[in-house]
C-alpha cells in the first residue's frame, strides 16, 4: 500500500520550508535526579515480565532495566507493585474540543468546508485543558490530538507528551498524521445544507479529487525543479497549505488516520490508501472484525484504532456482540484502542482496555495496544511504548494488576520526572476479594433447569446482602420466589440443582434510572423526552417501551434485573416512570411497580431556547407555578367537587396530587450546587420526597443531604472534565457520599445506539461502576449494596427485590468470582425464579437469553 521510496519524486522544498518554519525545537527538559523504580513486576511489553526488576531513570531516559543493579548516589528510590509503560491514545480530542456549551469555545471540527486539510490541530490546542491532567491521572502520557470527523479531510493532528511545561517542551510531533474520514459524519454536517457529500459516493468523490490535486500540485513543484536546475527560467506555483499537507502524505512523510465504521467504508479507505499509496491507519472501525478472513493477506500492513465503544453487533445478530480488538488481535491483526476523548474522558483508556479483557481479550495483547501498537502505527516506537533502554522514561506505577478493576495508578512519570502522585494502596489484595478466585470449571447448567419450577443454587459463595457472605451457601426457589437461604441446606427432592462450588452467587443487580427501551424502534428515534412542552407530568413512559429493544438483552447479560425506567431530564416535569423487570414480551407483564417516581429537571437540560424557561430562574419559577396549579387543582378534588361537571379535568394535575401528598417520590435531576439548593427549597415549600439524580455537586453538601435522608443516583462516573456541568466532579464523590451516610445508588448507561451494545462502553456495567466508587475509596461493602439493596430501596422495591432473602424475587447472579473482579461476569442470570441468560463457555462474548415469558 506504501509508494516505494524508488518511485517517489525528490522531497519538495516546500516541505522542507513547512517544516523549517516551526516555533517549535523540541527539546525535553532533563530530570537533573536520577530516578531508581522497584517493582513486583515490570511488564516491559516488548521483552516479557520482569520479576521483582529494576529501571533506571537517567536525563530522561530509560538508562536501565533488569534484576537488582546498585542505586546511583543521590537517585530517588521509588517502589511499586507494578509498573508498565506509559499509555498512549493515538486518537483523542483533548486540548482542541473546547467546553461543550460554551459558545465560540469549540474548535474540533473546522465545518466550513468539507476538505480542509491545511487546519492543524496544534494551533488549537489548549495546553491548559483539565482534561490533559485527568489523563495523566489515568496514566496516558501520550496522545495524539485531532480534529474530529465533521470532514471528509478534517487536517493534521499533534503529537503532544500529557506533562507539564511550555509548547516547546511537550510537543514532540507537530505534523503527527491526516485525519479523514469516510463515513457518515460529513453527510450528516453537509448533506443538510445541500452541498457534497450527501452519500458516501460523494465521501469518496471528494477524497479522491482532493489527492488528485495534490499529485498535480506536487507535479507542478517537480517540474519547477526541474526546470530551475537546467538554468531555464521559470515561476513557482502558487503555495497551498492544504495541497502540501496532502504532498506529506503521499511522500510518506506522515500517515492518513482514516475514520470508517463499517466494512464497506474499512474496505474505501484501503483502497483510497492502494491507489495513492499512503500509510495508512483505520480509525473506530467498529466492524473491521467482520473482514478478520478477507483481509488476512494485508494483517501485517493495516492497523486498526478501535472504540470506543468497543464491542458490536450487526444485522446477523443484533443480540450478540462481538469483542472486535480480540477477534482482531487473535488474528495477528495489529490493534490500538483510543478514548475519543471530546473535551472529557482522556482518563478511561486504561479502563477501555479492562472492558475487551474482561470479555475475552488477551491482557498481553490489550496491554500492547495501549502501550507499542500505538507508538509503532505512529513511528514513535523508537522513543515510546515499551520499557527498554534509550526510550523516553515514561511510566505508569501501579498497586495492582493492570486490568484489575481495583487497580489505581499510584504515580506516572514522563521523561524521568514524576509527573503525577497518588493515594497508594487501594488496588491491594483485600481479604474479602481473595476468598473468591475465579474457579477452573465452567458453570454447567442442567438441561431441564431453563423451564424448571424448583431450582436449587448449590455451594456457592453466597452473597444476600442482608448479612454475611455464607460459604457453601444454597439457595431454594420455587415459582419464582426465593423459599430458603443457607449453609449447606440439603436439597428436597423435585428441584433441578446449579452445582455452583467455587462460583459467587448474589442477587440481580438494580438500576435505580434507566432509558432502556426508550430508544431502539424500527423508525430509529428516541422517546426519551416529550419536549412540545416545558411540563408533561401525566406522560408515562410504559407507553413508549420497546420490550424487543436488543439493550434488554444486554442488561440481562449484565446482571441487571430490575430497573426503573424513566423519561429524560430535558422537561421541568417529564412524565412518571415504571420498575420493570428485564425480561418479558410484553411490556405490562414486566412492570413490577407503575407510576414509580415523577422526574424533574433542574439546570442546564430542562431550559429552553427563546421561550420560558430560558434561564435557570425561569426553570425555578416554573416549576413552583406548575406546583402551585397542582395544589390547587387538589384541594377542589379534596373538596369533593365533580370533576365531570364542576370544573375541567386535567390530567396533569391529577399526576402531581400523588406527589404533593408524598405518595409518588420526585426523582430530581441537578447537577450543580446552587442547583440542588434549588431543589432543596422546593422540597421545603411544597413538602415533597426527592431523590436526587446525576448529583455531580452532591458531595459538597453531603451532611445536608445526609442529615435530610435523601438519597442519591450519582450519573456517570467515567466522565470527561469538558461540560460546566462536570466542572466539580470528584471520582471520590460516592465514598465522600457514603461516609456522611447518604445512600447513593448508580445510574448505569444500558442503553446504547444501534449495533453498540451497552457492554463496549464505560459506565454500562453496575459492578464495574462500584469496582470504581471502590477504587476512590468507597467502602466495597457499601459499593456492593449500592446496586443491589439501596438501589433496590431508593426505588421503593425492597421489599421485593436487592437482597437474597426468603420470600423476595428470585432474582440471582451466579458469577466467576468475587463481584468486583475483571472476569467475574455473569455466568447465568434468574429473574423470577427463571434462568433468562447463560454465558457461553466456549465463546466468552455469545450469549444464550430468553426474552422471557411465564412458566406455563
Same mark, same amino acid.
Given at each position: 500500500?506504501?509508494?516505494?521510496?524508488?518511485?517517489?519524486?525528490?522531497?519538495?522544498? %516546500?516541505?522542507?520550508?513547512?517544516?523549517?518554519?516551526?516555533?517549535?525545537?523540541?527539546?525535553?527538559?532533563?530530570?537533573?535526579? *536520577?530516578?531508581?523504580?522497584?517493582?513486583?513486576?515490570?511488564?516491559?511489553?516488548?521483552?516479557?515480565?520482569?520479576?521483582?526488576?529494576?529501571?533506571?531513570?537517567?536525563? +530522561?531516559?530509560?538508562?536501565?532495566?533488569?534484576?537488582? %543493579?546498585?542505586?546511583?548516589?543521590?537517585?530517588?528510590?521509588?517502589?511499586?507493585?507494578?509498573?508498565?509503560?506509559?499509555?498512549?491514545?493515538?486518537?483523542?480530542?483533548?486540548?482542541?474540543?473546547?467546553?461543550?456549551?460554551?459558545?465560540?469555545?469549540?474548535?474540533?471540527?473546522?465545518?466550513?468546508?468539507?476538505?480542509?486539510?491545511?487546519?492543524?490541530?496544534?494551533?488549537?490546542?489548549?495546553?491548559?485543558?483539565?482534561?490533559?491532567?485527568?489523563?495523566?491521572?489515568?496514566?496516558?502520557?501520550?496522545?495524539?490530538?485531532?480534529?474530529?470527523?465533521?470532514?471528509?479531510?478534517?487536517?493534521?493532528?499533534?503529537?503532544?507528551?500529557?506533562?507539564?511545561?511550555?509548547?516547546?517542551?511537550?510537543?514532540?510531533?507537530?505534523?503527527?498524521?491526516?485525519?479523514?474520514?469516510?463515513?457518515?459524519?460529513?453527510?450528516?454536517?453537509?448533506?443538510?445544507?445541500?452541498?457534497? *457529500?450527501?452519500?458516501?459516493?460523494?465521501?469518496?468523490?471528494?477524497?479522491?479529487?482532493?489527492?488528485?490535486?495534490?499529485?498535480?500540485?506536487?507535479?507542478?513543484?517537480?517540474?519547477?525543479?526541474?526546470?530551475?536546475?537546467?538554468?531555464?527560467?521559470?515561476?513557482?506555483?502558487?503555495?497551498?497549505?492544504?495541497?502540501?499537507?496532502?504532498?506529506?502524505?503521499?511522500? +510518506?512523510?506522515?500517515?492518513?488516520?482514516?475514520?470508517?465504521?463499517?466494512?464497506?467504508?474499512?474496505?474505501?479507505?484501503?483502497?483510497?490508501?492502494?491507489?495513492?499509496? %499512503?500509510?495508512?491507519?483505520?480509525?473506530?472501525?467498529?466492524?473491521?472484525?467482520?473482514?478478520?478472513?478477507?483481509?488476512?493477506?494485508?494483517?501485517?500492513?493495516?492497523?486498526?484504532?478501535?472504540?470506543?465503544?468497543? %464491542?458490536?453487533?450487526?444485522?446477523?445478530?443484533?443480540?450478540?456482540?462481538?469483542?472486535?480488538?480480540?477477534?482482531?488481535?487473535?488474528?495477528?491483526?495489529?490493534?490500538?484502542?483510543?478514548?475519543?476523548?471530546?473535551?472529557?474522558?482522556?482518563?478511561?483508556?486504561?479502563?477501555?482496555?479492562?472492558?475487551?479483557?474482561?470479555?475475552?481479550?488477551?491482557?498481553?495483547?490489550?496491554?500492547?495496544?495501549?502501550?507499542?501498537?500505538?507508538?509503532?502505527?505512529?513511528? !514513535?516506537?523508537?522513543?515510546?511504548?515499551?520499557?527498554?533502554?534509550?526510550?523516553?522514561?515514561? !511510566?505508569?506505577?501501579?498497586?495492582?494488576?493492570?486490568?484489575?478493576?481495583?487497580?489505581?495508578?499510584?504515580?506516572?512519570?514522563?521523561?524521568?520526572?514524576?509527573?503525577?502522585?497518588?493515594?497508594?494502596?487501594?488496588?491491594?489484595?483485600? *481479604?474479602?476479594?481473595?476468598?473468591?478466585?475465579?474457579?477452573?470449571?465452567?458453570?454447567?447448567?442442567?438441561?431441564?433447569?431453563?423451564?424448571?419450577?424448583?431450582?436449587?443454587?448449590?455451594?456457592?459463595?453466597?452473597?444476600?446482602?442482608?448479612?454475611?457472605?455464607?460459604?457453601?451457601?444454597?439457595?431454594?426457589?420455587?415459582?419464582?420466589?426465593?423459599?430458603?437461604?443457607?449453609?449447606?441446606?440439603?436439597?428436597?427432592? +423435585?428441584?433441578?440443582?446449579?452445582?455452583?462450588?467455587?462460583?459467587?452467587?448474589?442477587? +440481580?443487580?438494580?438500576?435505580?434510572?434507566?432509558?432502556?427501551?426508550?430508544?431502539?424502534?424500527?423508525?430509529?428515534?428516541?422517546?426519551?423526552?416529550?419536549?412540545?412542552?416545558?411540563?408533561?407530568?401525566?406522560?408515562?413512559?410504559?407507553?413508549?417501551?420497546?420490550?424487543?429493544?436488543?439493550?434488554?438483552?444486554?442488561?440481562?447479560?449484565?446482571?441487571?434485573?430490575?430497573?426503573?425506567?424513566?423519561?429524560?431530564?430535558?422537561?421541568?416535569?417529564?412524565?412518571?416512570?415504571?420498575?420493570?423487570?428485564?425480561?418479558?414480551?410484553?411490556?405490562?407483564?414486566?412492570?413490577?411497580?407503575?407510576?414509580?417516581?415523577?422526574?424533574?429537571?433542574?439546570?442546564?437540560?430542562?431550559?429552553?431556547?427563546?421561550?420560558?424557561?430560558?434561564?435557570?430562574?425561569?426553570?425555578?419559577?416554573?416549576?413552583?407555578?406548575?406546583?402551585?396549579?397542582?395544589?390547587?387543582?387538589?384541594?377542589?378534588?379534596?373538596?369533593?367537587?365533580?370533576?365531570?361537571?364542576?370544573?375541567?379535568?386535567?390530567?396533569?394535575?391529577?399526576?402531581?396530587?400523588?406527589?404533593?401528598?408524598?405518595?409518588?417520590?420526585?426523582?430530581?435531576?441537578?447537577?450543580?450546587?446552587?442547583?440542588?439548593?434549588?431543589?432543596?427549597?422546593?422540597?421545603?415549600?411544597?413538602?415533597?420526597?426527592?431523590?436526587?439524580?446525576?448529583?455531580?455537586?452532591?458531595?459538597?453538601?453531603?451532611?445536608?443531604?445526609?442529615?435530610?435522608?435523601?438519597?442519591?443516583?450519582?450519573?456517570?462516573?467515567?466522565?470527561?472534565?469538558?461540560?460546566?456541568?462536570?466542572?466539580?466532579?470528584?471520582?471520590?464523590?460516592?465514598?465522600?457520599?457514603?461516609?456522611?451516610?447518604?445512600?447513593?445508588?448508580?445510574?448505569?448507561?444500558?442503553?446504547?445506539?444501534?449495533?453498540?451494545?451497552?457492554?463496549?462502553?464505560?459506565?454500562?456495567?453496575?459492578?464495574?461502576?462500584?469496582?470504581?466508587?471502590?477504587?476512590?475509596?468507597?467502602?466495597?461493602?457499601?459499593?456492593?449494596?449500592?446496586?443491589?439493596?439501596?438501589?433496590?430501596?431508593?426505588?421503593?422495591?425492597?421489599?421485593?427485590?436487592?437482597?437474597?432473602?426468603?420470600?423476595?424475587?428470585?432474582?440471582?447472579?451466579?458469577?466467576?468470582?468475587?463481584?468486583?473482579?475483571?472476569?467475574?461476569?455473569?455466568?447465568?442470570?434468574?429473574?423470577?425464579?427463571?434462568?433468562?441468560?447463560?454465558?457461553?463457555?466456549?465463546?466468552?462474548?455469545?450469549?444464550?437469553?430468553?426474552?422471557?415469558?411465564?412458566?406455563?
Amino acid at each position: 500500500m506504501t509508494l516505494p521510496r524508488s518511485g517517489r519524486r525528490t522531497a519538495l522544498p %516546500f516541505l522542507v520550508l513547512l517544516l523549517s518554519f516551526s516555533f517549535l525545537h523540541v527539546h525535553p527538559p532533563l530530570s537533573a535526579q *536520577p530516578v531508581v523504580v522497584r517493582a513486583e513486576k515490570i511488564y516491559t511489553v516488548s521483552n516479557g515480565i520482569v520479576e521483582n526488576g529494576m529501571i533506571l531513570l537517567e536525563d +530522561g531516559k530509560i538508562a536501565r532495566v533488569g534484576s537488582a %543493579f546498585d542505586i546511583p548516589p543521590g537517585a530517588r528510590v521509588l517502589d511499586a507493585r507494578v509498573v508498565t509503560p506509559g499509555f498512549i491514545d493515538m486518537h483523542s480530542h483533548v486540548g482542541i474540543w473546547g467546553t461543550p456549551g460554551v459558545r465560540g469555545d469549540a474548535d474540533g471540527n473546522e465545518m466550513t468546508n468539507p476538505v480542509t486539510p491545511q487546519v492543524r490541530a496544534l494551533d488549537a490546542y489548549n495546553f491548559d485543558d483539565p482534561a490533559i491532567a485527568a489523563g495523566r491521572a489515568g496514566g496516558v502520557t501520550t496522545v495524539i490530538s485531532r480534529p474530529g470527523s465533521a470532514n471528509v479531510i478534517g487536517g493534521t493532528s499533534v503529537a503532544v507528551k500529557l506533562k507539564s511545561g511550555t509548547p516547546q517542551e511537550v510537543v514532540i510531533r507537530e505534523n503527527a498524521d491526516l485525519k479523514m474520514a469516510l463515513e457518515g459524519n460529513p453527510i450528516g454536517v453537509y448533506g443538510g445544507r445541500g452541498q457534497m *457529500p450527501t452519500t458516501l459516493m460523494g465521501v469518496y468523490h471528494l477524497a479522491e479529487k482532493a489527492f488528485m490535486e495534490a499529485q498535480a500540485y506536487r507535479e507542478s513543484w517537480a517540474n519547477y525543479e526541474e526546470k530551475k536546475a537546467n538554468g531555464e527560467q521559470a515561476t513557482p506555483p502558487t503555495r497551498d497549505l492544504g495541497k502540501e499537507a496532502l504532498v506529506m502524505a503521499l511522500e +510518506g512523510e506522515i500517515p492518513v488516520h482514516i475514520h470508517v465504521a463499517t466494512a464497506s467504508e474499512v474496505m474505501s479507505a484501503i483502497r483510497l490508501a492502494d491507489q495513492f499509496g %499512503f500509510n495508512l491507519t483505520l480509525c473506530h472501525a467498529y466492524y473491521a472484525h467482520l473482514l478478520v478472513d478477507a483481509l488476512k493477506d494485508r494483517k501485517d500492513e493495516l492497523h486498526i484504532n478501535i472504540g470506543p465503544p468497543m %464491542f458490536f453487533s450487526y444485522y446477523d445478530d443484533a443480540l450478540t456482540f462481538k469483542n472486535s480488538p480480540a477477534i482482531l488481535a487473535n488474528a495477528g491483526y495489529r490493534v490500538s484502542l483510543q478514548t475519543d476523548a471530546l473535551g472529557g474522558p482522556q482518563q478511561n483508556l486504561r479502563h477501555l482496555a479492562m472492558l475487551t479483557v474482561r470479555y475475552g481479550m488477551d491482557p498481553e495483547d490489550a496491554l500492547r495496544a495501549i502501550t507499542l501498537a500505538p507508538a509503532e502505527a505512529m513511528a !514513535l516506537e523508537d522513543r515510546l511504548g515499551s520499557i527498554e533502554a534509550g526510550k523516553d522514561g515514561d !511510566l505508569v506505577l501501579l498497586d495492582g494488576e493492570p486490568f484489575e478493576m481495583l487497580t489505581s495508578v499510584e504515580k506516572v512519570i514522563i521523561d524521568g520526572k514524576v509527573e503525577f502522585e497518588g493515594p497508594s494502596g487501594r488496588g491491594a489484595e483485600q *481479604p474479602a476479594l481473595a476468598r473468591a478466585l475465579p474457579p477452573e470449571r465452567t458453570l454447567d447448567l442442567p438441561a431441564e433447569v431453563w423451564t424448571a419450577r424448583r431450582i436449587a443454587v448449590r455451594g456457592g459463595l453466597v452473597y444476600t446482602m442482608a448479612g454475611d457472605p455464607i460459604e457453601n451457601g444454597t439457595v431454594l426457589v420455587e415459582d419464582g420466589k426465593i423459599t430458603r437461604v443457607g449453609r449447606e441446606l440439603a436439597v428436597p427432592s +423435585g428441584y433441578t440443582v446449579i452445582e455452583a462450588d467455587g462460583f459467587v452467587v448474589m442477587p +440481580g443487580l438494580v438500576s435505580p434510572r434507566s432509558y432502556v427501551g426508550l430508544g431502539s424502534n424500527w423508525r430509529r428515534q428516541s422517546h426519551m423526552d416529550e419536549t412540545s412542552r416545558p411540563a408533561v407530568p401525566a406522560l408515562e413512559v410504559k407507553h413508549a417501551i420497546e420490550p424487543h429493544d436488543p439493550n434488554f438483552t444486554h442488561a440481562r447479560e449484565l446482571g441487571v434485573t430490575t430497573a426503573l425506567v424513566t423519561p429524560g431530564d430535558r422537561n421541568l416535569f417529564g412524565g412518571r416512570g415504571a420498575v420493570l423487570k428485564m425480561t418479558g414480551l410484553v411490556v405490562d407483564e414486566m412492570i413490577a411497580k407503575e407510576r414509580a417516581a415523577m422526574v424533574m429537571g433542574l439546570g442546564t437540560s430542562s431550559k429552553r431556547e427563546g421561550q420560558m424557561p430560558s434561564t435557570r430562574m425561569g426553570v425555578a419559577a416554573m416549576a413552583r407555578e406548575t406546583l402551585i396549579k397542582a395544589q390547587e387543582y387538589m384541594r377542589k378534588v379534596e373538596a369533593g367537587a365533580d370533576t365531570a361537571s364542576s370544573f375541567k379535568r386535567d390530567l396533569d394535575m391529577e399526576a402531581l396530587i400523588p406527589v404533593l401528598k408524598g405518595e409518588t417520590p420526585v426523582l430530581v435531576h441537578a447537577e450543580r450546587r446552587d442547583d440542588i439548593h434549588t431543589a432543596l427549597r422546593i422540597t421545603d415549600e411544597f413538602n415533597l420526597r426527592i431523590i436526587l439524580d446525576g448529583a455531580t455537586d452532591a458531595y459538597k453538601l453531603a451532611d445536608e443531604i445526609g442529615e435530610r435522608d435523601i438519597p442519591v443516583i450519582i450519573e456517570n462516573l467515567f466522565r470527561g472534565m469538558g461540560a460546566i456541568e462536570d466542572e466539580g466532579f470528584d471520582p471520590e464523590a460516592p465514598a465522600l457520599l457514603s461516609k456522611a451516610g447518604v445512600r447513593i445508588a448508580f445510574r448505569p448507561r444500558i442503553t446504547s445506539g444501534w449495533f453498540t451494545p451497552a457492554p463496549g462502553s464505560p459506565g454500562a456495567d453496575p459492578l464495574e461502576i462500584a469496582a470504581f466508587a471502590v477504587r476512590h475509596g468507597m467502602d466495597p461493602d457499601a459499593a456492593l449494596r449500592s446496586v443491589t439493596m439501596d438501589a433496590a430501596t431508593i426505588i421503593g422495591m425492597e421489599d421485593r427485590v436487592g437482597s437474597l432473602e426468603p420470600g423476595k424475587d428470585a432474582d440471582l447472579l451466579i458469577l466467576r468470582g468475587h463481584p468486583f473482579r475483571t472476569h467475574s461476569v455473569p455466568e447465568a442470570v434468574l429473574i423470577d425464579g427463571r434462568v433468562v441468560y447463560q454465558r457461553d463457555p466456549l465463546a466468552r462474548i455469545q450469549i444464550k437469553s430468553s426474552p422471557g415469558g411465564n412458566h406455563d
